[in-house]
């Protein structure tokens, strides 16, 4: 059973910065960040590969956002900058036992995190 607890969320003005942390708990294969704004479909953000550390995100992430994780400590961050208005959503934290190339392949999910960019 894996359990996953974000946390760095909150309300910053346009071209700020945050860190998201996800407090990981089980095995996992794969751990990703998916977005979802209000009235918008879950968007995936970032992805990571814990054998690896490899990582892949969505091409209008990259540049701005960097998912890391911490081994040892069991936590997976991104670090989000320049951010904007349209990064305005719930981040959540989830799981894959397979591949992260997908939001249907993710089997787990933290509560999420609230971001709200300000003009």
């Known amino acids: 059973q894996v359990q996953l607890v974000e946390s760095g969320g909150g309300s910053v003005q346009a071209g700020g910065s945050l860190r998201l942390s996800c407090a990981v708990s089980?095995?996992?294969?794969?751990l990703g960040w998916v977005r979802q704004a209000p009235g918008k479909e879950r968007e995936r953000v970032a992805s990571?590969?814990?054998?690896?550390?490899?990582?892949d995100y969505v091409d209008s992430m990259k540049g701005r956002f960097t998912i890391s994780i911490d081994n040892a400590k069991r936590t997976m961050f991104l670090q989000m900058d320049s951010l904007q208005p349209e990064d305005t959503a719930m981040y959540y934290c989830?799981?894959?036992?397979?591949?992260?190339?997908?939001?249907?392949?993710?089997?787990?999910w933290g509560q999420g995190t609230q971001v709200t960019v300000s003009s």
């Open positions: 989830a799981e894959s036992g397979t591949a992260c190339h997908h939001i249907s392949e993710m089997a787990y």
């Open positions: 990571i590969y814990t054998v690896d550390d490899s990582t």
């Open positions: 089980g095995y996992t294969y794969c």
